[in-house]
Nanobody
């Protein structure tokens, strides 16, 4: 019904930047909250940043001042600008969206994940 496709991960040196993108498609009536999570090896998945349709944002303390989440004009896309990257930011980053589908229920959807690796 709904697919989330991420792009933009890669290998970068500490102090560098990356920009992640995520686009939602399918039988969408509206996309509500969109968010980015990450999961490092041996650790639990954690919230990195979230944004509502109205533009309210929330960030994990560990990324405040370095990462910026934003929505595209179409509201079905979300971006995460990662600046001043640290080795501890290395993880698989997942896009998450709270979606109301056409003639159907509201559900949570996940992307397939994109790897971000920060080298020292």
């Amino acid at each position: 019904q709904v697919q989330l496709v991420e792009s933009g991960g890669g290998l970068v040196q500490a102090g560098g930047s990356l920009r992640l993108s995520c686009a939602a498609s399918g039988r969408i009536f509206s996309v509500n909250v969109m968010a980015w999570y990450r999961q490092a090896p041996g650790k639990q998945r954690e919230l990195v940043a979230a944004i509502t349709g109205g533009g309210w944002t929330n960030y994990a303390d560990s990324v405040k001042g370095r990462f910026t989440i934003s929505r595209g004009n179409a509201k079905n896309t979300v971006f995460l600008q990662l600046n001043s990257l640290k080795t501890e930011d290395t993880a698989v980053y997942y896009c998450n969206a709270d979606v109301s589908v056409q003639y159907g229920p509201r559900n949570d959807y996940w992307g397939q994940g994109t790897q971000v690796t920060v080298s020292s």
